[in-house]
């Protein structure tokens, strides 16, 4: 049973930095992609970033402005994604999934994702 174990979310000043962590077990993929995606109050979620686990590429929705990076540490199963200067704007649940092949080209989209973690939620606020 694929399990996806989220944290690092919280409250941070205007900014500030968190970095979440999304600790995936119970994969059988040969090669996965793993997408952040994130949703505000009274907004659509919408993606993130997206990591390809064959290659390690990554890839970010246009809002992140080079603020964001995802990683995979593979001996631990866990994708991080570091935000640094973050604003009230990026104040959400942010979420992490899974799904196996590669993220282009549908990584923005909700539905191509099988599996998914229980959301953290990110509060940028002073």
């Known amino acids: 049973q694929v399990q996806l174990v989220e944290s690092g979310g919280g409250l941070v000043r205007p900014g500030g930095s968190l970095r979440l962590s999304c600790t995936v077990s119970g994969t059988t993929f040969d090669y996965y992609r793993i997408g952040w995606f994130r949703q505000a109050p009274g907004k659509k979620r919408e993606g993130v970033s997206c990591l390809s686990s064959t290659d390690g590429s990554t890839y970010y929705g246009a809002f992140v402005e080079g603020r964001f990076t995802v990683s995979l540490d593979d001996s631990k199963k866990t994708v991080y994604l570091e935000m640094n200067n973050l604003n009230p704007e990026h104040t959400a649940v942010y979420t992490c999934?899974?799904?196996?092949?590669?993220?282009?080209?549908?990584?923005?989209?909700?539905?191509?994702?099988?599996?998914w973690g229980h959301g953290s939620q990110v509060t940028v606020s002073s």
């Open positions: 999934a899974i799904a196996g092949g590669f993220c282009p080209p549908v990584w923005m989209l909700d539905w191509e994702y099988t599996h």
